[in-house]
């Protein structure tokens, strides 16, 4: 297809043609626009069916315009406007787009259906098969975030979907299709259901994504959106693509507060003694809490932490009463806000804003907010495409941030909300729960840091399982998998940092043992410690060495990725990978050596160094000891490495030396 071309632009260095999509359109390199091109006039990268007709038939028969860099289509008798709203990425040659489907006409529309925002055919040769580059999304397991591939034979239809509306729960909505050394990445948009298809037949492979199901006659003046669609062709080994395309997401979406990327808590909090581990009840009042976030200021946190401990009802039962506890918290969170500042500390505090448990406040003084809007329900769904209901749980969440001195939002989201959309859907509007709810998400974060542009929200839904482009956008990710929830999971730890760094580059989860072992198993962007700070007997020392190192290390995560062993949740094997920082000429390796591996040594490759160049280089040991070297880039290339005992780590840091 000719609109395959703007995804070919150079960035700085023109890589070699991609003959994968070069070849499905039809032109020779010569002639490819630039992504600054938008839209050329031939067969269109999406796709649906109105009144029974496919678009291919239609669009050709309709007006069209375009308005800067939108293109605008217009069916002159029953007034449906579509509306194309793309942006390229030069440096990257990558572009995306989402659509928009307006009714300007004075009578109800006919049926819009089968919605694709992404519908196009790329060659297949007969000489091999083309491979599916993703990873797992998350459930909770040992499985989540584990990268995967497959071949996509003649023949063959391989649909991907998450699960239950959360849109990555079990199926990641980022992936790439790889031709030889040719990679097209794909990156869905869509907080919600969405579904994609790679159909394979003996010349070329179709992909189409989109929502799963849109079924729906739109009212006069009525207009909805689409998923945004991103691709981004790469040319190379498997790594460099999957770098360009962590780098393409923090050049161009992850947010930014006063110019800066985000910067993530490095955290403790005794949270989970609510489930009875360490029983702390002292915790969770205003003392207990001031007194925590002092010792967290001692072993030199940057955030204090508060989950679910805050509110009448406790968690769960209490979802939905978003009221201080009156005895535990006479004066609101007000004082613990204040007390953390003063220490130097950010205020973390949790919601789950959507979801709303029986007999709480929200069921009794405003059932009409709720999917099902019945008092009498025993779980219910916060309903945020109602815009009243939107706007007043917006005012509630930042009031409450300014009361308690609030300085980052972390939003939860524990219930999968598709069979909530689905029932309040009739039959011939079927999906529009799902977009209006999805657009009012969008439009209550949008608020949210508009208001408080010094914050990004934490998004966390029973983990990891609400990741999506429009979330990276918006959000960071602090509980990448709840996984996280147990101790003794350091080997789960390694695997979603491996897994997920291949498409996410800005990640954290929690952990729960002092050790070097466990914080460096866990450790990425930042963290959030499950620890008992409030024992007598809390090992300071410790502590303070794990948190000073994965603070060390944060900056490194902005850099590419390079795995350094296979992946595997094996616990016989070793496991490392390289976090390299080009523009810093410096960077780090995590190494690990598991608790029934019997081998004491390995040769570890390094990736991305100069073999003639002169680098300072640091190993630190599990006790946080420190060896210092100068060594030539072809020393660390092949570096062997020796861990004497099951269950240790090491830490590498580099540097180039200048002038030598």
């Known amino acids: 297809m000719i609109f395959l071309s703007l995804l070919l632009a150079a960035a700085t260095t023109t890589p070699p043609p991609n003959p994968w999509l070069s070849a499905a359109f039809g032109a020779s390199p010569q002639s490819i626009p630039a992504p600054a091109v938008y839209w050329p006039a031939a067969t269109i990268p999406f796709s649906f069916t109105y009144d029974g007709k496919p678009s291919s038939e239609l669009l050709p028969k309709w007006t069209r315009h375009t308005e800067g860099a ?22 990257f040659g ?8 307006q009714n300007t006409g004075t009578q109800d529309s006919p049926l819009l259906e089968n919605v694709q925002a992404l519908d196009v055919s790329l060659p297949a040769s007969a000489d091999h098969d083309p491979i599916l580059d993703q990873i797992n999304g998350d459930d909770a397991s040992p499985n989540s975030f584990a990268p995967t ?127 009875g581990m360490g029983i702390r ?59 953390c500042h003063r220490l130097g500390l950010r205020f973390l505090v949790w919601y789950e804003p959507e ?52 300085d980052q939002y972390r939003n939860d989201f524990n219930i999968d909300p598709l069979p909530f959309w689905r029932a309040a859907d009739s039959p011939n509007r079927q999906g529009i729960a799902e977009i209006r709810y999805v657009e009012g998400l969008y439009q209550m974060w949008d608020a949210i840091r508009a208001a408080r542009p010094d914050l990004i929200p934490d998004d966390c839904a029973s983990g990891g399982r ?5 979330m990276v956008m918006r959000s960071i990710v602090q509980t990448r998998s709840d996984a996280a929830v147990a101790p003794g999971r350091s080997d789960w730890h390694q695997c979603e940092s491996y897994g997920l760094s291949e498409f996410l580059p800005l990640h954290a989860t929690i952990a729960w043992e002092t050790s070097a072992y466990a914080a460096r198993s866990a450790g990425a962007a930042g963290i959030c410690m499950e620890w008992d700070i409030l024992d007598p007997k809390f090992p300071l020392t410790q502590a303070r060495a794990d948190i000073e190192e994965i ?52 040769q570890i490759p390094f990736r991305a160094l100069d073999p003639n160049a002169a680098y300072h280089v640091e190993l630190v040991n599990d006790e946080h000891q420190i060896q210092t070297r100068t060594m030539t880039g072809r020393d660390l290339i092949g570096l062997d490495l020796r861990l004497p005992h099951p269950e240790s780590s090491m830490l590498i840091r580099y540097r180039l030396e200048k002038g030598k």
């Open 281 to 339: 009840p002292e915790w969770a009042t205003e003392a207990g809490q001031i007194a925590a976030a002092k010792i967290e200021k001692q072993i030199g946190c940057d955030t204090h932490w508060f989950d679910a401990g805050w509110f009448e009802g406790n968690f769960p039962n209490g979802v939905g009463n978003w009221i201080v506890k009156p005895k535990e918290f006479p004066r609101g969170l007000g004082p613990i806000g204040e007390a």
């Open 94 to 101: 990558a572009v995306e787009w989402l659509l928009r489907f």
């Open 149 to 275: 591939s497959r071949a996509i034979s003649a023949g063959q239809s391989i649909p991907l979907a998450p699960v239950g509306g959360r849109p990555s729960n079990g199926t990641f909505p980022f992936f790439a299709l790889q031709n030889n050394s040719d990679y097209l990445f794909v990156a869905i948009g869509w907080t919600g259901q969405w579904a994609a298809n790679l159909s394979r037949d003996s010349k070329s492979l179709h992909l189409t994504a989109g929502m799963q199901l849109t079924h729906l006659h739109l009212h006069p003046d009525e207009s909805i959106r689409t998923p945004r669609i991103l691709l981004m062709p790469a040319h190379g080994n498997h790594d460099d693509a999957h770098n360009k395309f962590r780098q393409l997401l923090l050049a161009h979406y992850v947010p930014r507060v006063n110019g800066e990327l985000p910067k993530f808590a490095v955290a403790a909090q005794e949270f989970n003694s609510v489930f």
């Open 466 to 470: 609400r990741i999506d482009l429009e």
């Open 70 to 91: 939108k293109t605008i289509w217009l069916d002159p008798d029953t007034k449906l406007q579509v509306t194309a709203e793309p942006r390229s990425f030069d440096d």
């Open 355 to 406: 979801r709303v448990a029986a007999n709480t406040q929200i069921v009794r003084e405003h059932p009409e907010f709720l999917f099902p809007p019945d008092r009498r329900a025993q779980s219910a769904l916060f309903n945020l495409g109602n815009p009243v209901a939107r706007r007043w749980m917006t005012h509630l969440i930042l009031s409450q941030m300014d009361a308690g001195k609030i």
């Open 551 to 602: 603070k060390s290390n944060q900056k490194y995560w902005q850099g590419n990725f390079y795995p350094l062993t296979p992946y595997s949740f094996d616990t016989n094997v070793w496991l490392a990978w390289q976090l390299d920082r080009p523009d810093l000429h410096e960077g780090i390796a995590l190494i690990f050596r598991r608790g029934t591996c019997p081998y004491s040594a390995m």
